[in-house]
């Protein structure tokens, strides 16, 4: 038995095992999000991008709570002078785009907005995958799909 491998049906190392696979990371953008993403010329592929970045450890600001702001380029420019974006963020989860801004627009989130998102990030974050596909089909939220790995 000593060169068998350990295998364990328990939920612990089930659910070890599912989030250490990065495709299970699920993202979406609330409408409000889209309004401003689609003005702004920011592409799904873009967000994604921006999604990557933050589950590899790279996140631009961590507000805390499961709030994260993250810098998104223009095309043919870097990220300094691009768009900013607030995302509920869950490590290998779940990431939603609640908003957004230009850098010259807003230079920082008030301190009672950031508590407000810390508090919306605890209740989405929390959404079962059935309340999340229910939000889908409602239409208050909107999946982003994984943009292809080239």
């Known amino acids: 038995m000593a060169n068998q491998p350990m295998m364990s049906g328990t939920r612990c190392y ?31 592929a873009d967000l994604w991008g921006a999604v990557r970045r933050a589950n590899a450890g790279l996140i631009d600001a961590d507000l805390g709570g499961g709030v994260i702001k993250q810098r998104i380029a223009r095309k043919g420019q ?34 009672g907005d950031l508590e407000i998102l810390r508090e919306l990030a605890n209740v989405i974050l929390g959404y079962s995958d059935a309340e999340i596909a229910l939000r889908v089909r409602d239409g208050s939220l909107i999946e982003i799909i994984p943009a292809e790995e080239g």
């Open 78 to 111: 870097g990220k300094s002078g691009g768009s900013r974006s607030i995302i509920l963020f869950r490590l290998r989860a779940r990431a939603v785009f609640v908003h957004g801004f230009e850098k010259k627009d807003t230079a920082n989130i008030q301190v």
């Open 14 to 44: 089930t659910r070890l095992d599912s989030i250490a696979d990065p495709n299970q990371l699920a993202a979406y953008k609330t409408k409000p999000f889209a309004r401003f993403a689609r003005k702004a010329r920011i592409s799904d």
